[in-house]
């Protein structure tokens, strides 16, 4: 079973073919048949392992209606508006994969994921990281361990990189190894968010942003607040952020 992309207008054609090359899924058009839409969906809708659906929040709720059954057999569910604002989970989280279905959906086109399961809720922290390539699972766990210090690494929420480094090996050897979401962030948008402590002429020829890790850390939450600038070790850095009403 493929995931489908759902389209609720022809206007949103553009962004449904681009998701359905980058999740290798495919793309469902309604109005291509006399069929209500609605009627369509309950009957497709658990022949899919996944569904993106490009619409609003209030289409997708009436959508959804008397159709799932258990969330450990129902088909995640990412919506999507078309503008690609925001990717948010709204249905098998955890079991079905909506989380880390929202966060590729988010890579794909710019999208902020939302996420709004309890257990990303309790998890106050964010890594921003940057790396030399070729820098393996390993080293990037002990640059991490040296910079959240006394913290615990089972307190972070998610992981932020340029998106030159969205295909580094070792970063997704290293989240894949803790069940982190990996967050990627264009060279523009890090521009455009300069928090940096120490800019660094090097990564601003390599990348075109003038730092990685901190305004990654700190793109993370829109209250975040820098605990750990900028560490580095063996070709990796890290910083580290938290939300704003958390101790420091």
């Not at 999208?111 to 809720?121: G, K, N, Y």
Request: charge should be neutral.
């Amino acid at each position: 079973m493929t995931t489908g992309v759902w389209l609720v207008r022809p206007e949103a054609e553009a962004l449904g073919v681009h998701l359905a090359r980058a999740l290798g899924a495919d793309v469902v058009r309604p109005w291509l048949t006399d069929e209500r839409p609605r009627a369509q969906f309950a009957r497709a809708f658990h022949e899919r392992r996944a569904w993106v659906l490009v619409m609003t929040t209030g289409i997708a709720t009436r959508y959804l209606e008397g159709l799932p059954v258990d969330k450990r057999t129902d088909p995640a569910v990412v919506v999507l508006d078309e503008a690609a604002r925001y990717a948010v989970s709204l249905l098998s989280g955890h079991e079905g994969g909506a989380n880390a279905l929202a966060y590729t959906v988010a890579n794909a086109t710019g999208a902020t994921p939302v996420i709004t399961t309890a257990t990303e809720a309790t998890k106050p922290l964010v890594l921003g990281i940057g790396c030399r390539k070729g820098v393996p699972a390993d080293t990037i766990e002990e640059a991490v361990q040296l910079a959240l210090g006394a913290r615990d690494l089972r307190e972070v929420r998610e992981v932020g990189t340029i998106d030159l480094k969205a295909r580094e090996p070792g970063l997704l050897d290293f989240c894949a190894r803790h069940a982190l979401p990996l967050r990627v962030y264009r060279a523009a948008d890090l521009t455009a968010r300069p928090w940096v402590t120490a800019p660094s002429a090097w990564v601003q020829r390599t990348t075109g942003a003038v730092g990685v890790c901190e305004p990654c850390a700190l793109l993370g939450s829109p209250r975040a607040r820098l605990i750990t600038p900028k560490t580095t070790l063996n070709g990796v850095a890290v910083a580290v952020a938290t939300d704003a009403w958390e101790a420091a």
